[in-house]
């Protein structure tokens, strides 16, 4: 079920939310009640922050659990339909992922033309760092002229983490294995992930900033999705036979 969180408008200090998010992990809430809040919270704290949302994977598909409007909502659903984004790479790989949508050189295209459309600016994507697995992502939203500044990012990750761990106790108490098993699936995903940027980082002396932009870039250009991309390098690797030319000229 998908929850739309509601929002005062208030704004809140961060160590002010931090204490309130502590509380929070404590409750006995369902699992969506509890990444509410935590949206509703990260839009109240992090500044410049229109809209928040949460992405969950499970067994490769994506959907948005919660959100704080509409606008969150219609972004990440034309993530999914076009299988490729920020919030999807960073979801699969742990990575923080922002995009400035009026860049020339986005490594998300299809994603900035919508963003621009709907009057964002920036989005920031943080993947939910639960111990050794990845399972969703923190999305936020921003509508801002100026760039986002380090301490909004720093911030983002900070409410991520709080989100993981929400997902991670979800696990540990689920009475089904159903979210066990999305969090096995989504940890053998990046797994294949990080063994392909290594091998890049090897083969090319990327290093893992460059290793991850390169894998999104092809994922972009070949219209397939980045665990895809990561499971051909490996695949490519392991029966000794290089990357495709066509890989090799995107990756360069």
Not at 191 to 216: P, T, W
Request: glycine share 6%.
């Amino acid at each position: 079920m998908t929850v739309e969180s509601s929002w005062d408008g208030a704004s809140r200090e961060p160590l002010a939310a931090f204490a309130e998010l502590s509380k929070i992990m404590l409750g006995d809430g369902s699992l969506n009640e509890t990444l509410g809040r935590i949206a509703a919270l990260a839009r109240e704290t992090v500044p410049d922050t229109d809209e928040v949302s949460v992405t969950l994977v499970d067994q490769d598909k994506a959907k948005t659990v919660v959100f704080t409007g509409q606008l969150a909502m219609h972004l990440d659903e034309r993530q999914y339909e076009n299988g490729r984004g920020p919030c999807l790479d960073a979801a699969l790989t742990g990575e923080t992922v922002v995009v400035d949508v009026v860049a020339d050189d986005s490594l998300y295209p299809d994603f900035a033309y919508s963003a621009r459309r709907a009057g964002v600016t920036h989005s920031v994507s943080v993947g939910l760092p639960v111990p050794q697995r990845v399972v969703g992502a923190l999305n936020l939203y921003a509508s801002t002229s100026q760039p986002l500044a380090e301490e909004i990012i720093s911030l983002a990750q900070a409410f991520a983490s709080y989100a993981g761990v929400a997902v991670a106790n979800a696990a540990l108490f689920s009475h089904t294995a159903e979210l066990a098993n999305q969090m096995r699936a989504a940890m053998e995903s990046r797994a294949v992930i990080e063994q392909a940027k290594g091998i890049l980082m090897a083969r090319h002396c990327y290093s893992a900033d460059d290793a991850f932009k390169n894998l999104s870039r092809l994922s972009q250009n070949s219209h397939r999705k980045l665990r895809d991309i990561a499971q051909s390098i490996v695949d490519g690797t392991r029966s000794d036979q290089p990357v495709n030319e066509h890989a090799s000229r995107q990756m360069n």
